[in-house]
């Protein structure tokens, strides 16, 4: 019995520059997505008070989507290089991003900004295929936004 289990093939990520539109951004020939982690911010609350030495933690209020990475086929110097070499650049901007992806209420789409902050080829083993990952780091709310038509 699978319970309710979610298949992950299928999952698209779509990377525009902010504003664009964002359905003719969709990454091609993607191997593996990596999530979007959301951290919660904590500040030190211990004291020479605190019971038996142990650190105390308050929340500060802040939270933030963790980087993460997408490894894609590679072809160097394809218009998709080309562009992630560009948004990587010290001038590169604002990415638009986003996820589709099977939820609770069937395929969601989570959206979110994010900037280019690595691209690059992976490894060349003898056996295999040329693969390249980017990482995004993002700004701003993560938030799932129901079913996608």
Same mark, same amino acid.
């Given at each position: 019995?699978?319970?309710?289990?979610?298949?992950?093939?299928?999952?698209?990520?779509?990377?525009?520059?902010?504003?664009?539109?964002?359905?003719?951004?969709?990454?091609?020939?993607?191997?593996?997505?990596?999530?979007?982690?959301?951290?919660?911010?904590?500040?030190?609350?211990?004291?020479?008070?605190?019971?038996?030495?142990?650190? #105390?933690?308050?929340?500060? =209020?802040?939270? +933030?989507?963790?980087?993460?990475?997408?490894?894609?086929? !590679?072809?160097?110097? $394809? %218009?998709?290089?080309?562009?992630?070499?560009?948004?990587?650049?010290?001038?590169?901007?604002?990415?638009?991003?986003?996820?589709? #992806?099977?939820?609770?209420? =069937?395929?969601? +789409?989570?959206?979110?900004?994010?900037?280019?902050?690595? !691209?690059?080829?992976? $490894? %060349?083993?003898?056996?295999?295929?040329?693969?390249?990952?980017?990482?995004?780091?993002?700004?701003?709310?993560?938030?799932?936004?129901?079913?996608?038509?």
């Amino acid at each position: 019995m699978t319970g309710n289990a979610k298949k992950t093939f299928g999952t698209k990520i779509f990377v525009v520059a902010a504003g664009g539109d964002i359905e003719t951004g969709a990454v091609a020939k993607v191997i593996n997505v990596g999530k979007p982690k959301i951290t919660r911010g904590m500040q030190d609350a211990t004291s020479h008070d605190s019971a038996g030495g142990w650190e #105390e933690v308050i929340p500060d =209020g802040t939270a +933030k989507v963790e980087p993460f990475t997408i490894q894609v086929e !590679y072809i160097a110097n $394809d %218009a998709f290089d080309q562009a992630m070499i560009a948004a990587c650049a010290p001038d590169g901007g604002l990415q638009d991003v986003e996820i589709h #992806e099977y939820g609770a209420a =069937g395929y969601i +789409k989570t959206p979110l900004s994010a900037y280019v902050s690595d !691209y690059g080829p992976d $490894d %060349a083993p003898v056996k295999g295929k040329q693969t390249a990952s980017f990482t995004l780091t993002p700004t701003g709310p993560m938030d799932a936004k129901g079913a996608v038509t």
